[in-house]
């Protein structure tokens, strides 16, 4: 038995025979990276490559940092593996890593979802051998609704709060979920202001995407001008004096884990809107048949539950552990930079 | 059902008190009669007979859903509630029923006496039929059990709300027996009417742990004192010759506890008594485990009314000679029930009186305190000498102080994933102590008492660390030892060391020990000892 393309060992997932990483969670030479969230892309490697729009994303978190950026589709070579990024369409500048290797093709799903939600490219299932999935909402219990009906609901509740005179402050991570909420928030409802965090990652990513007008809140915003108005803000800023400033105001979450009574409950957001930038359970099921693998390695998420379906599937399915950490769906993050979606 | 279903998600989605009791509100000022009624209904636990047991929900849920048995089964575990996955993992549909709450309630009244493949009929219908939160809602009315903050208190206050009748008066209308498919909304909460009144107990009155210092309440002879007992809080209701026990989850259990029934034939009519049951082996006050071979039984044996008889303790009345006396101040109270239990001695009724113990400092209210094990009780209660008997729980005049807990130092070996808010993280632990082998072996499982953050910590650490996965269980690395705080030590074949604890808890994460420094098995038999 030869050894396999990818492995996993202590530093992350890597490729033996090009000395590469992708998404390594320890500090290595060489790393290639799915996307901007911060247990996909962490500090300390000395050379990066991921998608061009996540260049600016990435620098805007770690700094200074040595990164090229590359195209979907467009493949290069690394002592003699090929590899290739294509739309995972997770968030802006998500990307799947395709790596092929005399003729045998493995894809690392990074984080993706299959709706197109008008912000990420949609992702394009890719061909392989064996896929490296996440299953961060890999359970039959979780079933999205299509955005549009969310983004309805979720203007319809600012609405409602608008004509009760109060503000309403929205939570959704600084990178992804928000500007995916900011993209279709009515502004003829009323402003829509940032949290300083959201402002800032936001405005490293107006360049590449048309967004509504957002106003950055600052000591000097008052009560009365909000009023009415929608807050969006990182899950970390829920319960901080920061928001207490807001009174009277309404408070809602957008994530995949709202789907569930006790996590609303957890979060105590007065409203939960089911929206996620994962697959749900049917969008698992389809990426991975769509890439017509026979063998598929499942990380984080309900990656057990996950696998053992497949098995019955007819699939050689198994689970790896990562240091991946899937959608949180708890609001204590300690830095919102650190957090992930 | 639209409104019912409406409500029901608007009293899940908040957490503040005053935003359920106006939705509750306005939900009584707009609904129908008998909607108002099955709601009361519902939410008092008075659902309707279980139609279809469960196990049947979860194969016509998975086969409606296209997944293996197993998967459902997974799915629950981590849901934690069965109606929520069940309506999760069906087919969604975004129809709204016209059908109303007491159709749905007077259908699935129906449904008991039907075939399964009715049953299953009628169940998948709706499943398919009904939007994601009626058919949550529909689910639940069959299993039973709405657990979303919303006590009886709560209910009450909002009815009171909408209708304007004193909150006090409608606890005491809505307790008792009384069936929502007969009764009308005229008659369980607009009209009186004496007969109504028989079997009906007064609502509890309810005490709050010492939150303090005890000397903090002031003057040692304002207060009455006795010891806190260990069984079921009951009222036991003698009137027109007729005997009724209410427990304190306000179910009539005068069937259970025959001993009693002799008490007509010599306490007056028009008494009210409030106290503990408990049991009484060999006469003596024996463990609550004792009591526990006779709550879950249906019917009483001969042999085990034999082996584990029961008395009343009694410790307060609240009806003398048909008179209310809750307005009365305790002491009064107390020496009617005194006089009364002075004419039971040498009838040898089961019935004791439960003495107040007299102290003149703070420090012998503390060495009372310290004789609980030795009087089998649980710690004191404290009681202001003037209260009156309140409704529910309320602060200020009477309180529980209850013993310290005994505590170990224990090894977590095991850990399941939480139900609920928790689905996502390990929070389930299993903790073991040294055997003379120097083994660990299990004898607790707790699930509470750590923060939020601390729970992530032990989560992602046991993420880590596994040793071996059984199905939800996994094995973790022996490292980290937590001080575990409980009641009492029974001996049970439950865990591996022979022992199990009640009600145990975590106290605190004892980063500072290492698993060497954790107790031994040895160490909690000399505990079960003192
Ligand atoms: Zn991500
Ligand atoms: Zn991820």
Redesign the pocket.
């Given at each position: 038995m030869h050894k396999p393309l990818l492995a996993f060992n202590e530093n992350g997932i890597y490729c033996e025979v090009a000395n590469v990483y992708l998404d390594p969670w320890k500090p290595v030479d060489f790393a290639i990276i799915s996307?901007g969230?911060a247990?996909?892309s962490r500090y300390g490697h000395k050379k990066y490559i991921t998608h061009h729009t996540n260049v600016p994303i990435i620098k805007h978190r770690l700094g200074d940092i040595n990164v090229s950026g590359r195209n979907y589709n467009e493949t290069f070579t690394i002592n003699n593996v090929k590899f290739s990024l294509h739309p995972a369409g997770?968030?802006i500048g998500?990307s799947q890593i395709r790596v092929e290797h005399r003729g045998e093709v493995w894809v690392f799903s990074?984080?993706y979802k299959l709706e197109d939600d008008g912000v990420a490219v949609p992702f394009e299932a890719v061909k392989c051998h064996s896929f490296i999935t996440e299953c961060t909402f890999g359970l039959p219990a979780f079933k999205w609704t299509p955005q549009k009906e969310v983004f309805s609901d979720i203007n319809n509740w600012w609405e409602t709060n608008r004509e009760a005179k109060q503000t309403s402050v929205l939570f959704g991570y600084s990178l992804?979920k928000a500007q995916r909420l900011l993209k279709y928030l009515d502004t003829d409802i009323g402003k829509i202001y940032t949290h300083g965090a959201i402002e800032n990652m936001t405005e490293v990513i107006r360049p590449m995407i048309d967004f509504p007008e957002t106003t950055r809140i600052t000591r000097e915003t008052t009560k009365q001008e909000l009023l009415g108005n929608i807050v969006l803000a990182p899950p970390s800023a829920h319960g901080s004096t920061w928001i207490r400033k807001m009174v009277p105001y309404v408070t809602a979450s957008a994530s995949g884990w709202m789907a569930f009574r006790g996590a609303r409950r957890r979060r105590a957001v007065d409203r939960g809107f089911v929206l996620s930038?994962?697959c749900d359970w049917q969008e698992l099921l389809t990426a991975v048949e769509a890439t017509g693998a026979e063998k598929v390695i499942c990380t984080h998420g309900y990656t057990e539950i996950f696998s053992k379906y497949l098995r019955t599937l007819g699939l050689d399915a198994r689970t790896e552990n990562t240091q991946y950490e899937g959608?949180l769906n708890e609001s204590d993050t300690k830095k919102e930079s650190e957090s992930?979606? | 059902m639209k409104n019912f279903a409406e409500l029901i998600r608007t009293l899940d989605s908040t957490t503040k008190t005053t935003l359920k009791v106006n939705a509750l509100s306005e939900y009584f000022k707009e609904a129908s009669d008998e909607d108002r009624v099955w709601t009361i209904a519902i939410l008092s636990h008075r659902r309707p007979p279980r139609p279809v047991n469960t196990t049947l929900l979860r194969i016509w849920a998975s086969e409606l859903a296209n997944i293996p048995l197993w998967l459902f089964e997974e799915s629950y575990h981590i849901v934690g509630d069965l109606a929520e996955t069940i309506a999760l993992v069906v087919p969604t549909s975004n129809e709204n029923s016209e059908k109303s709450l007491t159709q749905f309630l007077r259908e699935m009244l129906a449904l008991k006496k039907e075939t399964d493949e009715f049953k299953k009929e009628y169940v998948t219908h709706n499943w398919r039929k009904l939007n994601y939160y009626e058919r949550f809602v529909f689910t639940k009315l069959i299993t039973g059990g709405f657990r979303i903050g919303v006590s009886q208190k709560l209910m009450t206050r909002a009815l009171s709300k909408a209708t304007d009748i004193d909150e006090d008066i409608l606890a005491y209308k809505l307790m008792g027996k009384w069936d929502p498919n007969t009764i009308s909304f005229e008659d369980l909460v607009l009209k009186e009417s004496a007969s109504d009144f028989l079997s009906k107990p007064y609502p509890f009155y309810l005490a709050y742990g010492i939150e303090g210092a005890v000397s903090d309440l002031g003057n040692v002879n304002d207060w009455s004192f006795e010891h806190k007992w260990d069984g079921i809080r009951s009222q036991v209701i003698i009137r027109e010759d007729e005997l009724f026990v209410w427990s304190r989850g306000e179910e009539l259990v005068t069937d259970k506890y025959p001993e009693f029934h002799s008490f007509t034939a010599v306490i007056p009519n028009g008494t009210v008594l409030d106290g503990e049951i408990l049991p009484f082996p060999d006469n003596e006050i024996g463990t609550f485990q004792d009591l526990q071979t006779r709550i879950g039984r249906k019917t009483i044996s001969k042999a085990l009314l034999a082996k584990t008889p029961v008395i009343l303790k009694a410790y307060d009345i609240l009806e003398w000679e048909g008179k209310d006396l809750r307005q009365q101040p305790f002491i009064k109270r107390r020496a009617i029930l005194e006089s009364l239990m002075k004419r039971l001695s040498g009838t040898e009724l089961p019935i004791y009186l439960s003495e107040t113990v007299s102290c003149d400092s703070w420090d012998e209210v503390a060495s009372e305190r310290d004789r609980a094990r030795e009087m089998r009780s649980e710690g004191l209660m404290i009681k202001r000498k003037d209260s009156t008997y309140q409704v529910g729980r309320k602060k200020g005049d009477w309180w529980k102080w209850k013993t310290d807990p005994l505590t170990i130092d224990a090894v977590l070996t095991y850990a399941m994933r939480g139900h609920g808010r928790r689905s996502n993280l390990f929070t389930d632990y299993t903790f073991a102590l040294w055997d003379d082998e120097e083994k660990l072996v299990t004898f607790a499982k707790a699930y509470s008492g750590l923060t939020d953050s601390e729970f992530k910590k032990v989560d992602s650490w046991i993420k880590r660390n596994t040793l071996e996965r059984f199905g939800p269980v996994r094995s973790v690395t022996p490292e980290l030892v937590f001080e575990i705080a409980f009641e009492g030590i029974t001996e049970s074949k439950r865990h591996k060391s022979g022992y199990a604890t009640r009600f145990p808890r975590i106290l605190r994460w004892r980063k500072d020990k290492k698993i060497a420094e954790a107790n031994k098995l040895e160490d909690l038999k000399a505990l079960m000892l003192t």
């Open positions: 996307h969230h247990d996909h997770h968030i998500s990074g984080d992804g930038d994962h959608e992930v979606a | -």
